[in-house]
T-cell receptor, first 115, second 112 residues
Framework: DAGVIQSPRHEVTEMGQEVTLRCKPISGHDYLFWYRQTMMRGLELLIYFNNNVPIDDSGMPEDRFSAKMPNASFSTLKIQPSEPRDSAVYFC?????????????FGSGTQLSVL | DAKTTQPTSMDCAEGRAANLPCNHSTISGNEYVYWYRQIHSQGPQYIIHGLKNNETNEMASLIITEDRKSSTLILPHATLRDTAVYYCIAAYSGGGADGLTFGKGTHLIIQP
């Protein structure tokens, strides 16, 4: 398996623009997580899905952020409108079934810079 | 999940064993100790986890004290590629069902 795949690897945009980050989890995994990492706040869990259904979005910073998982092999994290303080590395992770959920597998992340 | 405390940074000579400590004095009986590491510009990577007994895999060994209030991750023969931030996490599950909370971790620097 190729692991968790995220795109783009780097994104540079201007304040006010819409940004869409993409994630393809490991095939067969039931859980998908979106994390954000900054120097100040470290790794923060934003939202996670189980079988394509959002379970907990309490970590989503504000209404400008939204996440979807239309099917088991694809998820998006959208920021609209983007702001400079959204600059961070965004990671997607997935894990297996409820009975094999011992660990998280992370993607390589998307480095987002909002100018 | 119980709070963990780790040193901010550590150095280790290449080829030597790297011993990374973690304190989790408030850990409950059914909380596991998980270790992840994050190499620069990459996503965190699972290393090992344990409950009570010592554990070993191809990456590392995990030594948990009998009272479970602390643990040590051991990289037996550190290489330059082991330079990374190492996270110790106490959790009821691997986070696969509800995510994991990452702290600041220990920045391990392997010196040539």
């Amino acid at each position: 398996d190729a692991g968790v795949i995220q795109s783009p690897r780097h994104e540079v945009t201007e304040m006010g623009q819409e940004v869409t980050l993409r994630c393809k989890p490991i095939s067969g995994h039931d859980y998908l997580f979106w994390y954000r990492q900054t120097m100040m706040r470290g790794l923060e869990l934003l939202i996670y899905f189980n079988n394509n259904v959002p379970i907990d979005d309490s970590g989503m910073p504000e209404d400008r952020f939204s996440a979807k998982m239309p099917n088991a092999s694809f998820s998006t994290l959208k920021i609209q409108p983007s702001e400079p303080r959204d600059s961070a590395v965004y990671f997607c992770a997935s894990s297996g079934t409820a009975f094999t959920n011992e660990k998280l597998f992370f993607g390589s992340g998307t480095q987002l810079s909002v100018l | 999940d119980a709070k963990t405390t780790q040193p901010t940074s550590m150095d280790c000579a290449e080829g030597r064993a790297a011993n990374l400590p973690c304190n989790h004095s408030t850990i409950s009986g059914n909380e596991y100790v998980y270790w992840y590491r994050q190499i620069h510009s990459q996503g965190p990577q699972y290393i090992i986890h344990g409950l009570k007994n010592n554990e070993t895999n191809e990456m590392a060994s995990l030594i948990i004290t009998e009272d479970r209030k602390s643990s040590t991750l051991i990289l037996p023969h550190a290489t330059l590629r082991d330079t990374a931030v190492y996270y110790c996490i106490a959790a009821y599950s691997g986070g696969g069902a509800d995510g994991l909370t990452f702290g600041k971790g220990t920045h391990l620097i392997i010196q040539p």
